[in-house]
């Protein structure tokens, strides 16, 4: 059974080992608490995944990350991770996030559509300015939220957040 949780009161350091794969800097897990307890909105499949979200509480969120463990992938916890995270944000007028190429298919079954947009992101310290953007868009009470995939002319590499959006 998988406990989903909203709560970092439910969550300990020694259940955050194993995320971040791929990365050229993998987060440690007292970062990755950190991380959690710094989002204005989580949900976590404990010890298999999670998402994350940051609001202003009004108008505009964004969805930096969703990963869930290799081991556990292709069994539906991404979905329902993202199911419960855009409940969390059902007021929210503008959810964004950001995805690579090969995730698109996941985001478009949440009825997300395509948009544009420019990403400016400073990372090991080099500054990606992201200008091969496509989004995609999610009808939301009349309104639409936006997804980006990104590529880097700079450093000629595509990059992407393991993330979602609402609408």
């Not at 989580?42 to 290799?70: R, Y």
Request: hydrophobic share 40%.
């Amino acid at each position: 059974m998988i406990n989903y949780t909203k709560s970092i009161a439910d969550i300990s350091v020694a259940q955050l080992g194993g995320f971040f794969v791929g990365w050229r800097a993998p987060l440690t897990p007292e970062k990755h608490y950190l991380l959690l307890c710094g989002s204005t909105h989580f949900v976590a499949a404990i010890g298999i995944g999670f998402v994350t979200a940051l609001s202003d509480g009004v108008n505009s969120s964004f969805i930096p990350l969703l990963e869930v463990l290799p081991e556990y992938q292709g069994r539906g916890i991404s979905s329902r991770l993202v199911e419960l995270i855009l409940e969390q944000l059902e007021d929210i007028t503008n959810i964004d996030l950001t995805c690579g190429p090969e995730l698109q298919p996941f985001y478009e079954r949440f009825k997300m559509l395509r948009s544009t947009a420019w990403l400016l992101e400073n990372t090991c310290k080099c500054t990606y300015l992201w200008v091969f953007a496509q989004f995609y868009c999610l009808t939301v009470a009349d309104s639409c939220v936006k997804i980006s995939v990104r590529y880097s002319q700079s450093c000629g590499s595509f990059g992407h957040t393991n993330a979602l959006k609402k609408g």
